[in-house]
């Protein structure tokens, strides 16, 4: 894939971050090829990279590292 499906901006393969999620859970997978849109940030896997995502989120493997992550609440600005 060359041209993005949305905005038709260049789509170039990149190693990036995913913040992965499935219910409640929230696993952050580094590394990951995807084509990344230039211009609206749009990401696309192929189905393979996806189904090992998946296989990595739920795997319980140790992970390479943690990170603690805040949840908030929307609520407009005072
Ligand atoms: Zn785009």
Redesign the pocket.
Known sequence: MTD?Y????KVVQQKIKVDFRWGRKLKVIENVPAGV?Q????KYFQSTVYKTMEKLAASRAKPAGRLTVDVVRFKRAV
């Open positions: 993005c949305f905005c038709k901006g849109c211009q609206c940030g749009e």
